[in-house]
Nanobody
């Protein structure tokens, strides 16, 4: 059974940085697609960043491009989201998600929220102005 456990959220001032971690267990993840999503109060869940563990190709939502960086550590089975230049509008619950890439997807379509089978419990990020 795949388990995803996020950590690293918290309260930070605008302009600050946080690094979220997602510890994955229960499988060999070399052919999985990993994603970070967020949901603010009263809003739908939205894609933030994604990475294919095998190919390391990355994708970002326009709202976070050039500020956030997604990466993986194979030895630790961990996915990171480095968030810099945080803004109050980045405030949300951030969740890590995964699915097995059976069809070798490519491009932004790999990160549709409906494709993801496994989800972490989420971690709160609050950015004060």
């Amino acid at each position: 059974q795949v388990q995803l456990v996020e950590s690293g959220g918290g309260l930070v001032q605008a302009g600050g940085s946080l690094r979220l971690s997602c510890a994955a267990s229960g499988r060999a993840f070399n052919n999985y697609v990993m994603g970070w999503f967020r949901q603010a109060p009263g809003k739908e869940r939205e894609f933030v960043a994604g990475i294919k563990w095998s190919g390391r190709s990355t994708y970002y939502a326009d709202a976070v491009k050039d500020r956030f960086t997604i990466s993986t550590d194979n030895a630790k089975n961990t996915v990171y989201l480095q968030m810099n230049s945080l803004k109050p509008e980045d405030t949300a619950v951030y969740s890590c998600a995964a699915y097995r890439d059976y069809y070798f997807c490519s491009g932004y379509g790999c990160y549709d929220v409906g494709l993801f089978d496994y989800w972490g419990q989420g971690t709160q990020v609050t950015v004060s102005s």
